[in-house]
């Protein structure tokens, strides 16, 4: 009842769409052996005492195992997300999720939504039936910062701490300390059911795609595959060259240290930019992304001619979901 009196009324929307918050395993110990997406997200919500006597209203769209996220789920979300903020009863909407795909889901909504509101994505690193989940706390930070005013945009909690979408990364595979906004750092923390910013909330940035092709984002069968394709020692040309056959239209080069990219993919990549194939090199690296250079990828012996487009300081998982907007956009 505290946290009532210290909100203002305002109705929240749940979406669900799985992940290891909604998991259940057979052991109470058992942190990884767990089936993701088994529970309803009305049943996380009846599972968190501080949220009954709330205005809340669920609604599940998936229950995944994030790692196997599909564009059919995101267009769900980007239409129910966008659908339920412009009711003007609603304060804002919450997103359970995997973890593994968190920041891919972010970063995707951050793009296609405008949220003057509060859109906030959750999720937890241990299952629903673990001696000590991390899920209830983060649904319950969720529904608070879904409420508190002035708040907006795509948001992530977890941890007691607050991410802009943007700039979402997973950093760790199994401690519940798991996220991390790199270089940008923290939006705001969640202490006792209130909210403490330490800076403002994130300026909106809609892609292109969404006012050119509102069609074509609603239907996911039709976009154009855009996939990932990792620069290392031994790298070879042979999997660029199987990806553009098999009909890639885009490319994303996780490149080594400042996006440098392997000769041998370079090769295979200016083939297929030859063949219409829109390439993009981003950094394998945990923090910082491309800083652009005159010379070309290759630095200093870099070749204009070889010259590949970067994506700043989006991660390879970022600057995929960016590279398949623009194609989208692009007709
Ligand atoms: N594999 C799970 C998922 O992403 C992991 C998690 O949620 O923590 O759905």
């Not at 009532?4 to 057979?26: E, F, H, M, S």
């Not at 052991?27 to 049943?43: F, I, K, M, N, R």
């Not at 403490?196 to 984002?217: I, N, S, Y």
């Not at 990219?261 to 219409?276: K, T």
């Amino acid at each position: 009842m505290q946290n009532i009196d210290r909100n203002p009324p305002g109705l929240v929307v749940i979406l669900g769409t799985g992940g290891t918050i909604a998991g259940t395993a057979a052991s109470a110990a058992s942190h990884v052996g767990y089936q993701a997406g088994a529970l309803g997200v009305e049943v996380l919500v009846a599972a968190v005492p501080p949220l009954r006597g709330l205005a809340l209203e669920t609604e599940t769209l998936a229950r995944l195992d994030s790692c196997h996220m599909d564009h059919a789920t995101w267009a769900a979300l980007v239409r129910r997300a966008a659908w339920h903020l412009a009711r003007p009863e609603v304060a804002g909407v919450v997103v359970t999720h995997g973890t593994d795909t968190l920041e891919e889901t972010a970063f995707f909504l951050h793009r296609t939504v405008a949220a003057a509101k509060p859109l906030v994505l959750t999720a937890a690193m241990r299952p629903a039936t673990a001696l000590s989940p991390d899920g209830p706390q983060n649904l319950f930070d969720a529904v608070t910062l879904a409420r508190e005013p002035g708040a907006h945009g795509v948001l992530a909690v977890l941890g007691g701490v607050v991410h802009a979408g943007a700039s979402l990364r997973k950093v760790h595979g199994y401690r519940v300390d798991a996220f991390s906004a790199g270089d940008a750092g923290p939006v705001a923390l969640l202490e006792d059911g209130r909210v403490r910013t330490l800076r403002p909330w994130p300026a909106g940035a809609l892609h292109d795609a969404v006012a050119r092709a509102p069609q074509r984002l609603r239907e996911p069968t039709g976009w154009p595959a855009v996939d990932i394709v990792t620069s290392h020692a031994g790298a070879r040309a042979a999997v660029i060259d199987a990806l553009v056959a098999a009909g890639a239209r885009g490319l994303v080069i996780a490149g080594t240290g400042n996006g440098s990219v392997h000769a041998e993919l370079r090769a295979a990549a200016q083939r297929a930019r030859a063949a219409g194939v829109v390439v993009r090199r981003a950094s394998r690296c945990l923090l910082g992304g491309v800083v652009a250079s005159d010379a070309g990828e290759g630095g200093a012996t870099g070749n204009a001619a070889d010259l590949l487009p970067d994506a700043g300081v989006l991660t390879p998982v970022q600057a995929r979901v960016e590279l398949l907007l623009d194609l989208l956009a692009a007709g």
